[in-house]
């Protein structure tokens, strides 16, 4: 069992930046591949950034690309989510999420294909 806490969310101004956070307990947090997904109101839940427990390998969503950048310490257990240049469309509850997995290099962009959710932190980007 992991259990996920995300944290670092705020409301700025669109051009701004945040910096996210992704706190893991209870198993070994580098056997666990991670990612970054969000859900605005009214919408459905959508990948925003996927990396794997060597970080070797990163994947993100084209609406992010350039933009936000996806880290993890796993000396920490923490995963981390760099944002930058923020529109008012990123606007959403940002959820993070962990799988298991013996790759050290698979990356995973599907809700289904994580076993692990935090409880969400909003972010909100005003124009």
């Known amino acids: 069992q992991v259990q996920l806490v995300e944290s670092g969310g705020g409301l700025v101004q669109a051009g701004a930046s945040l910096r996210l956070s992704c706190a893991a307990s209870?198993?070994?947090?580098?056997?666990?591949?991670m990612g970054w997904f969000r859900q605005a109101p009214g919408k459905e839940r959508e990948f925003v950034a996927a990396?794997?427990?060597?970080?070797?390998?990163?994947l993100y969503a084209d609406s992010v690309k350039g933009r936000f950048t996806i880290s993890r310490d796993n000396a920490k257990n923490t995963m981390y989510l760099q944002m930058n240049s923020l529109k008012p469309e990123d606007t959403a509850v940002y959820y993070c999420?962990?799988?298991?997995?013996?790759?050290?290099?698979?990356?995973?962009?599907?809700?289904?294909?994580?076993?692990?959710w935090g409880q969400g932190t909003q972010v909100t980007v005003s124009s």
């Open positions: 999420a962990a799988r298991n997995t013996y790759s050290s290099v698979s990356v995973y962009y599907t809700t289904s294909s994580y076993e692990y």
């Open positions: 209870g198993r070994t947090f580098s056997s666990y591949a």
């Open positions: 990396i794997s427990w060597s970080a070797v390998r990163t």
